[in-house]
């Protein structure tokens, strides 16, 4: 705009000093033209009056005088009688002459012309003699050219001087001009108060700057947002444009691809994991297409789910979103789930394999009627096996569905271990094991049935897993903010290293001990009794311990929360 201005300016100065001095030329010249007619006039008038008072001879003591004009004498036929310059009976007849005839005709006679005699641009001026001839005068352009001429280089000083001054003084009104312009504060755009032409864009700008402040807080908001629920989710999620770049990528897809550092935005996605699946899901998400993956890191498995993200006007994919999910304890559930279906479907083979290897036996005659009390006594048995295992998988199941409707009610500990410890009483005897209960009433908010069901099932391993002679010790104590359970045997205890898997599903230390010499179950057990266990102390928010000693014997803590 500066150079615009500035330009402009000395363009203007510059056509204004040509055109001065164009013009200034142009009426000199006309100005010396003027001079030169009048002088040759006056002139002429001298010569005549002098002519009148001395004859032709005047003419010729002219000559010896420099003088610079050319006279001419013309006779009224126009016949040349006298030429200061020319010889007079050589030159032609000047009758048809316009200054001439004027002159013969009006006494006076003027023209400008090409001069036949001179070759140049001419002047000339007669007048009518008393005698009748004609005096003529003749002066040459060449003064008012000489005159011009010595003019021009002042002519060309003062438009240097004028152009000088007209630069200088440009740039001065350029930057007067501009200085408001460029002090504009633009923060403050109607604050300004400079040229009113100026106002409409300052007052434009001052809306425009309104709405740019308002679309930057909504976007900020909704940046905040974005932050504040991608932050806060379990999934991981990463958003990233077509050149693969990372836009966003929230805390939990960094925990869960093992990302070190924090700052992966402007990152390309290889810099996050080079893990084959996550480039895959990428790449396919980039061409258009959803996709999905399984992506496993250590013990760790992760579902990846790409989708490209495509721009509403035009079809063409702008980036991809990828959510991670940690699928580890859906697919442990799913594995377990499945290994349950398989022992359950085992464990229940197995007594009815039995009852029908008996019942058959029966059939066929081939067992004695003395045996028939025993065999029958071995069905019944191995059908409330079967009964206690088909109750304990139902009872697995329900607690598994998290959202099962137990009632809760007020349970006192002390009074439930007292009547599930009357109740295997008869079991303890045949056992030869003395039960004993110490501690204390305990209330707690619980299940009833499921405290029931712990407490017997933790009070009968104990009775189990004890060679007899022995005791078995039940306590209940009730702490600041739990009420906790402890059932101590000095059984054949858990070597160390099942400790950790006796409350899995199905699982015995060894299957020797569950089973009798026929290879049946024995002594009721279905290896879901701990499973159970652990299941019931959990849904009650609690807490259970396991100490153990091969051969001294087991203490199970059950805590729970008041
Ligand atoms: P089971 O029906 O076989 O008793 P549990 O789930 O109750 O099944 O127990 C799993 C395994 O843990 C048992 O088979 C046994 O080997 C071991 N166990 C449980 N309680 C005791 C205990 N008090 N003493 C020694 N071993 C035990």
Redesign the pocket.
């Known amino acids: 705009m500066k150079r615009r201005i500035f330009t402009a300016m000395c363009i203007i100065a510059m056509v204004s000093i040509i055109l001065t001095a164009f013009f200034m030329t142009v009426l000199s010249y006309r100005q010396f033209q003027n001079g030169l007619k009048q002088e040759l006039q006056n002139e002429t008038v001298y010569v005549a009056a002098a002519m009148a008072e001395e004859g032709e001879s005047f003419l010729t003591q002219l000559e010896t005088e420099a003088h610079k004009n050319r006279i001419t004498l013309i006779d009224t036929d126009g016949t040349v009688i006298y030429d200061n310059e020319a010889v007079a009976n050589k030159m032609e007849n000047h009758s048809d002459r316009e200054e001439v005839q004027e002159a013969l005709e009006y006494g006076v006679g003027e023209s400008t012309r090409l001069s036949d005699t001179l070759g140049q641009q001419t002047y000339y001026y007669a007048v009518s003699l008393n005698d009748g001839t004609v005096l003529r005068l003749a002066a040459t352009g060449d003064s008012v050219y000489s005159a011009l001429w010595s003019m021009l280089p002042w002519i060309i000083v003062l438009a240097v001087v004028i152009a000088a001054f007209a630069f200088w003084l440009s740039r001065r009104q350029t930057h007067w001009i501009l200085a408001p312009v460029n002090t504009l504060d633009l923060d403050h755009p109607v604050e300004n108060d400079v040229y009113e032409e100026l106002s409409p864009l300052l007052t434009k700008i001052h809306h425009q700057k309104e709405d740019l402040r308002s679309q930057m807080e909504q976007m900020h908001r909704n940046q905040e947002e974005f932050a504040a629920i991608t932050e806060n989710m379990s999934e991981g999620l990463i958003v990233i444009g077509a050149d693969k770049h990372i836009l966003s990528v929230n805390h939990s897809a960094l925990k869960l691809l093992g990302a070190k550092g924090d700052h992966y935005e402007g990152a390309h996605i290889l810099e996050l994991n080079r893990n084959l699946s996550l480039q895959k899901v990428a790449d396919q998400a980039l061409e258009g297409v959803s996709s999905e993956e399984t992506f496993t890191r250590g013990e760790l498995i992760c579902r990846l789910h790409a989708s490209p993200v495509r721009t509403e006007s035009e079809d063409a994919v702008k980036g991809a979103i990828i959510l991670v999910l940690d699928v580890t304890e859906s697919q442990k559930t799913e594995r377990l789930r499945r290994e349950f279906s398989a022992n359950v479907s085992h464990e229940l083979k197995t007594p009815l394999t039995a009852i029908s290897g008996y019942a058959e036996m029966m059939q066929n005659g081939m067992v004695k009627e003395g045996d028939f009390v025993s065999f029958s006594g071995r069905i019944y048995e191995e059908a409330q096996r079967l009964i206690a295992l088909i109750d304990d998988v139902m009872e697995i199941s329900r607690l598994d569905e998290k959202n099962s409707d137990y009632l809760w009610e007020t349970v006192d500990l002390y009074g439930a271990a007292q009547t599930v410890m009357e109740r295997l009483t008869p079991t303890a005897q045949d056992h030869e094991i003395q039960l004993k209960l110490e501690g204390g009433k305990a209330e707690i908010q619980a299940v009833p049935r499921l405290i029931d069901e712990l407490i017997y099932?933790?009070v009968?391993?104990?009775i189990?897993?004890?060679n007899g002679p022995s005791d078995v010790v039940v306590t209940v104590e009730k702490g600041e903010n739990s009420a906790v359970l402890t059932?101590k045997?000095r059984?054949?205890?858990?070597p160390q290293e099942?400790q950790s898997r006796?409350?899995e599903r199905f699982?015995?230390?060894?299957q020797s001990?569950?089973r009798d010499e026929n290879g049946t179950a024995g002594?009721?057990?279905?290896?879901?009794?701990?499973?159970?266990?652990k299941h019931v102390v959990s849904y009650h928010h609690g807490h259970i311990s396991l100490e153990?000693g091969e051969g001294t014997?087991?203490k199970?803590t059950v805590a729970f929360p008041l």
Do not use: M, W
């Open positions: 099932n933790l009968e391993n104990a189990k897993y004890s059932v045997d059984g054949i205890g858990i099942y006796v409350f699982f015995r230390v060894d001990h569950s002594a009721g057990g279905t290896g879901l009794g701990l499973a159970i266990v153990s014997g087991t199970i």
